[in-house]
C-alpha cells in the first residue's frame, strides 16, 4: 500500500512539474509576443533613417570618395542611437508629442520655431522620395506623372486606415527592400585593404569631403526622426514597462540602418570610384544604375537600385510626413491619432497629411535634379541639429521624472554626443554655405 501511495505521489509531483513547466513555457512565449508587438517604431524610423537622401549620398560618397565614408557612418550608430533612445524616453513616459512637450515647457513661440524646422525638413525629405521615385519609374521607361502621382495616392491611402499598427507593419516591410545591398557588396568585390586604410583618412581640409561629410550626417539625424519616434511610442499605446524592450528596438535599428548605409558606401567605392580616376559625379537615379551595370550586370544593377531606392522613399515619404503632420498638429493643438479613422474631429490632421503629398507630388514632376537636391537637403538638415538635438538634450533633463533621467556616464556619453554632433553642424555652416 506503501508503495502505491509513494506512486501515485512521484506521478502527482511529476503531473503538478508538467503543468508548471507548461505554464513557464506559456509565459515565456506571451513574454516574446510582447517583446515583439513592441518592436516597431525604433525600426520603421531606422529604415526610414536610410531613405532615398541616405542612399544617394552615401552613393555620392562612394563614387567620388571610396572608402573614405566607412568611419564616419559607423561613429554615427552611437550618435543615431543615443538621440532616437533619448526621444522614445520622453514619449513614453510623457505620453506627449516632441512639439506639444516644447510648446508646454518652453512656450508657443519656441513650439512654432521647432514646427518649422521640422516642417522644412520634413517638406525636403519628401520631395527627394518622390523624385526617386520617379527616377526608379524611368529605369523601366515609367514616366513620372504615372509614377509619383500613384506612390503619393498610395502613401495617403495607408495612413487613412484607421490603424496605427497596420502603417508600421506596412512602413517595415517597404523598408526591409534596402537590405539588397548587403548581398550587392559581395557582388562587388570590394579592396578590403583599401577597406581598411581608408580608416585612417579623414580629409576635413577638403571641400568636397567636408560637404559630403556634412550631407551624411544630416542624412543620419534628421529632425522628423525625433518627431516621429515620439509620436508613435505614443499611438502604439506603450508604456514604462515596455521601455526596455523599446531601446532594443532603436539599438537594433540604429546598427542595421548604418550597416545598409555602408553597405552601399562599399558597393559604390568598389565599382564607380575604382574604375574612375578621381571618383566620378552621380546626376541621376538612371546614372546610379549605369554606373553599376559594368560590375553587376545590366539587370542586376537596376534590380537592386530600382528596389532598394523604392523601398526607401515610400518608407521615408511616410514617416517624414506623418512626423511633419504630427508635430503641426502638436504645435496648433490638433486632434492627431492613425488609430482614429478620418471624422470632424481630426479632419485638419488628416487633410494636412493629405495636402503634403500632393504639394510635393506637383513640385517634383515640375522637374529636379535629384542628387543635388538630396546634397542640399542633408546639409540642411545638419545646420538644423543645433535645434533638434537642443531641445531634446534640455526636455531629457527637464521634463522626465528623476528616476528616468539618463545618468551616471551614459548621460556624460550622450551629452557629449550630441554636443560634438551640434557643434560639427555649427563648424560646417560657413564651409556649406
Same mark, same amino acid.
Not at 503538478?16 to 516597431?40: I, P, Y
Not at 527616377?135 to 506612390?151: S, Y
Given at each position: 500500500?506503501?508503495?502505491?501511495? %509513494? ?68 561613429? $554615427? ?9 533619448? #526621444? ?47 527616377? /526608379? ?22 495612413? @487613412? ?19 539588397? @545591398? ?9 579592396? =578590403? ?10 580629409? *576635413? ?10 550631407? !551624411?550626417?544630416?542624412? =543620419? ?5 525625433? @518627431? ?10 506603450? #508604456?514604462?514597462?515596455?521601455?526596455? +524592450? ?9 546598427? $542595421? ?14 565599382? /564607380?570610384?575604382?574604375?574612375? +580616376?578621381?571618383?566620378? +559625379?552621380? +546626376? ?25 531606392? #523604392? ?27 492613425? %488609430? ?26 515640375? !522637374?529636379?535634379?535629384?542628387? !543635388? ?21 534640455? *526636455? ?36 556649406? $554655405?
Amino acid at each position: 500500500m506503501a508503495a502505491e501511495v %509513494n506512486i501515485s505521489d512521484r506521478e502527482g509531483g511529476t503531473l503538478r512539474t508538467d503543468r508548471a513547466d507548461s505554464e513557464a513555457a506559456k509565459r515565456h512565449r506571451v513574454t516574446k509576443l510582447m517583446f515583439f508587438a513592441v518592436w516597431g517604431p525604433g525600426l520603421i524610423v531606422m529604415l526610414a533613417d536610410t531613405d532615398i537622401g541616405s542612399l544617394v549620398t552615401a552613393a555620392q560618397s562612394g563614387a567620388k570618395l571610396g572608402y573614405k565614408m566607412i568611419l564616419p557612418n559607423l561613429i $554615427l550608430i552611437p550618435v543615431l542611437y543615443v538621440v532616437q533612445e533619448m #526621444t522614445a524616453r520622453l514619449g513614453i513616459l510623457t505620453g506627449k508629442g516632441h512639439g506639444a512637450l516644447i510648446r508646454e515647457h518652453f512656450g508657443k513661440k519656441w513650439g512654432l520655431l521647432s514646427a518649422v524646422t521640422l516642417f522644412a525638413s520634413s517638406i525636403g525629405a519628401l520631395l527627394t522620395e518622390f523624385a526617386g521615385v520617379a527616377g /526608379v519609374g524611368e529605369l523601366f521607361g515609367l514616366p513620372p506623372g504615372l509614377t509619383v502621382p500613384v506612390a503619393a495616392a498610395f502613401l495617403i491611402g495607408v495612413a @487613412f486606415t484607421g490603424s496605427y499598427r497596420r502603417v508600421e507593419r506596412i512602413g517595415v516591410a517597404l523598408g526591409l527592400a534596402e537590405l539588397v @545591398f548587403i548581398p550587392a557588396v559581395f557582388l562587388a568585390h570590394p579592396n =578590403v585593404h583599401r577597406v581598411l586604410t581608408s580608416f585612417g583618412q579623414v580629409p *576635413l581640409h577638403d571641400h568636397s569631403y567636408t560637404v559630403l561629410l556634412a550631407a !551624411n550626417v544630416g542624412a =543620419v539625424i534628421m529632425p522628423w526622426m525625433v @518627431f516621429y519616434q515620439q509620436g508613435a511610442v505614443i499611438d502604439k499605446k506603450l #508604456t514604462p514597462s515596455n521601455l526596455r +524592450s523599446e531601446k532594443r528596438d532603436t539599438l537594433f535599428g540604429s546598427f $542595421l540602418t548604418q550597416l545598409i548605409a555602408v553597405g552601399v558606401v562599399i558597393v559604390f567605392a568598389a565599382t /564607380v570610384w575604382a574604375h574612375h +580616376s578621381g571618383g566620378a +559625379s552621380l +546626376s541621376t537615379v538612371e546614372s546610379m544604375a549605369r554606373g553599376l551595370q559594368p560590375y553587376l550586370g545590366n539587370m542586376a544593377a537596376k534590380v537592386i537600385i530600382a528596389a532598394a531606392l #523604392t523601398g526607401a522613399a515610400l518608407v521615408a515619404a511616410l514617416v517624414a510626413s506623418l512626423a511633419g503632420t504630427w508635430g503641426l498638429s502638436e504645435v496648433l493643438g490638433w486632434r492627431h491619432s492613425l %488609430n482614429e479613422k478620418l471624422s470632424h474631429k481630426n479632419a485638419k490632421f488628416y487633410a494636412a497629411y493629405a495636402m503634403v503629398h500632393v504639394i510635393g507630388a506637383l513640385i517634383v514632376l515640375a !522637374n529636379v535634379d535629384l542628387v !543635388n537636391l538630396v546634397i542640399d537637403v542633408e546639409v540642411m538638415n545638419a545646420l538644423l541639429l543645433p535645434v533638434v538635438v537642443g531641445f531634446l538634450l534640455v *526636455l531629457e533633463a527637464k521634463v522626465l521624472p528623476r528616476p528616468y533621467r539618463i545618468r551616471g556616464a551614459y548621460r556624460f556619453f550622450a551629452t557629449l554626443l550630441c554636443l560634438a554632433v551640434m557643434g560639427f553642424a555649427l563648424y560646417t555652416i560657413p564651409v556649406v $554655405l
